[in-house]
């Protein structure tokens, strides 16, 4: 561990080698960009940090100037003691980290689509034709991202009816979770090829792309989701840069059949990283992200190769992050394989889809075991009632 005076509690997720990034208000002060060591930030403007790019409410400057601060903040904490640039962590209120410009989801864990393809049509191949292609992705709504911490309401959209019924208005009923990592742009470009995407990405962030199952099965043909997914996505308020994670990289799954030529990597864009989800605080789902089958390089090299700019704050979701084996489901409609096997929880309740007062925390982290720990923290969301339509 690299030399530090400030204190660090063994296994925590923001040793000096990490230093994520976020945004927090410090008392009555206005918010301001801070960084993360143990169980403290560092308020990166008031110890003279870049205070141009660190005096503002969003990450957004800071993550488009491409100044190296991670640098600075480690000669400050190896230098002369200054336990008055640290602020515990319990005392501050941590912000959405940055101002979201487009948020992109993706579908990119082959268990995962083959999973749903399974579940959704079991007499046909699971994967569509064009999954081992490209990195199929939707458009949307830039507005839903909120920081860890924030309610869910449940949503209400148009429901099927039963045994032919008329569709009607309603709360959903299958209330779902995605485990996933958000990929943050930080400096725009166009037609970025995969082994140029660290020259744009910024950094990481835990993610959750809260899903309501019967709104997006009604109405998700012929378009694609809209308001089964356009109503909530929970990130983790800590910004977790490419260049902690840098040590983490690995070799992704061989493709087959080969990609097309703009989606060719000589560079390992792999992530070596442990996730969990939590359900009312008990793990549901342990899984890797190392065996994703498209890399987040290859999601931004597909999403600018038709003349679109990735922008400062845009957000990329991994999609749903699911190993081969029944315990590493990132989604509740694999877990329970849409009902079919409820999962009992330590209460002796059990669950299908969430309930109003469940809570979901995802959890994740790069190294430990003798490496250092580069960990996120947590995105957690509760799940409140539906509010009533105005109408």
Not at 3 to 20: K, M, V
Not at 126 to 144: D, F, K, Q, T
Not at 346 to 364: A, C, K, Q
Request: glycine share 12%; net charge negative; charged share 20%.
């Amino acid at each position: 561990m690299p030399e530090t005076w400030a204190r660090i509690s063994e296994g925590s997720d923001f040793p000096p080698e990490n230093l994520p990034f976020g945004v927090a208000r410090i008392g009555d002060d206005a918010p301001r960009v801070v960084s993360r060591i143990g169980d403290h930030v560092i308020d990166l403007a008031a110890v003279g940090i870049a205070p141009d790019l660190t005096a503002e409410p969003t990450l957004n400057a800071l993550m488009a100037s491409g100044r190296d601060v991670r640098a600075e903040i480690s000669s400050l904490l190896a230098g002369a003691p200054r336990e008055d640039a640290l602020h515990p962590v319990g005392e501050c209120e941590l912000l959405l980290p940055f101002e979201v410009a487009d948020y992109v989801d993706s579908y990119s864990s082959i268990h995962h689509a083959t999973n749903l393809g399974k579940i959704l049509r079991p007499d046909s191949e699971p994967l569509m034709p064009n999954w081992r292609h490209i990195p199929v992705a939707y458009h949307g709504r830039a507005g839903s991202v909120i920081v860890s911490g924030t309610p869910i309401a449940r949503p209400i959209g148009m429901l099927a009816g039963a045994d032919g019924a008329a569709p009607s208005s309603g709360p959903s009923r299958s209330l779902d979770i995605e485990l996933e990592l958000g990929t943050v742009i930080g400096r725009g470009g166009a037609r970025i090829a995969p082994d140029e995407a660290d020259a744009h990405v910024f950094g990481f962030v835990l993610l959750n792309d809260w899903s309501a199952r019967d709104i997006q099965a009604y109405e998700y043909q012929p378009l694609g989701p809209n308001l089964g997914k356009s109503f909530a996505t929970t990130i983790s308020p800590w910004v977790v840069t490419i260049d902690a994670l840098r040590p983490f990289l690995v070799e992704a799954p061989e493709q087959d059949p080969p990609v097309d030529a703009y989606l060719r990597a000589a560079r390992p864009w792999g992530l070596d990283l442990t996730l969990v989800v939590e359900l009312n605080g008990e793990p549901i789902c342990t899984t890797g992200f190392a065996g994703m089958y498209w890399t987040f390089a290859q999601q931004v090299a597909h999403m600018t190769v038709n003349g679109a700019s990735a922008r400062t704050g845009d957000l990329i979701g991994s999609g749903t992050v699911s190993g081969p084996n029944p315990g590493e489901r990132g989604s509740l409609i694999e877990i329970t394989w849409r009902g079919r096997d409820p999962i009992t929880l330590p209460d002796g309740s059990t669950r299908t889809f969430l309930e109003d007062g469940d809570t979901v925390t995802l959890r994740g982290w790069a190294g430990g075991n003798g490496r250092p720990r580069i960990g996120f923290g947590e995105a957690t969301g509760a799940i409140t009632p539906a509010h009533p339509p105005a109408f």
